[in-house]
């Protein structure tokens, strides 16, 4: 059970990754975070992949007065995600084709949820930006889609302005990968048995049974 919760933790942060690269290259506009991401590359001489690196850092750092501890989900997290989106788009090129940016946009959105199902299924720390979600829940007592909407906002907000990529692909993903991660859960439960929906709270978010 180790050896396939490794895998699926590993294989879900490198799509994850890889997805995000795709996103890119695509045009069409990107999550919320990678707005951020990008908007930070673009003013700091460094990588996107390590603009994702940095910023997992610093998040983590929120952690500490929220008591938040860190896993091997955690960690890996920041290093594999920024080295996979790196990879990702040194290897795609830009796409000119309406047509096949779109069909790459929905790709991307898709491979995403199967990829959050896959590394936060395995239960081995969620990454940087969910556990700052978790534990600004626990502490102030707010739901789940409270702090996840004010924390999304704010960085769309603070990335659009710093010069992301906002466009018809942020709404798509915003809207679409609650249900397709939900949707997508009954197919991951056969490769890691446990997986469930917190449907108390929200049910875009996905968490492993203890």
Do not use: C, K
């Not at 180790?2 to 895998?7: D, G, I, M, N, P």
């Not at 959050?116 to 502490?139: E, K």
């Amino acid at each position: 059970m180790l050896v396939r919760r490794l895998v699926a933790l590993y294989v879900g942060l490198w799509l994850y990754g890889l997805s995000m690269a795709v996103m890119i290259r695509a045009g069409l506009g990107l999550d919320p975070w990678d707005v951020f991401h990008q908007g930070v590359a673009a003013h700091v001489p460094i990588s996107f992949g390590a603009a994702t690196a940095v910023t997992g850092v610093v998040v983590l750092l929120a952690w500490i007065p929220l008591r938040q501890r860190p896993g091997v989900g955690t960690v890996s997290n920041v290093v594999v995600i920024g080295v996979s989106v790196d990879v990702g788009l040194w290897m795609l090129p830009a796409w000119d084709s309406i047509p096949l940016r779109v069909t790459a946009m929905t790709a991307a959105v898709v491979v995403n949820a199967v990829a959050t199902v896959l590394y936060i299924g395995a239960g081995m720390g969620p990454g940087p930006r969910d556990g700052l979600m978790t534990g600004l829940v626990a502490r102030t007592g707010w739901s789940v889609r409270s702090v996840r909407t004010g924390i999304e906002m704010s960085v769309l907000a603070t990335g659009w302005m710093l010069g992301g990529s906002v466009g018809i692909a942020t709404l798509v993903y915003a809207f679409g990968i609650g249900p397709l991660i939900q949707m997508m859960i009954p197919y991951a439960d056969r490769f890691l048995p446990g997986f469930r929906v917190d449907r108390a709270s929200e049910p875009a978010v996905v968490v492993a049974a203890p």
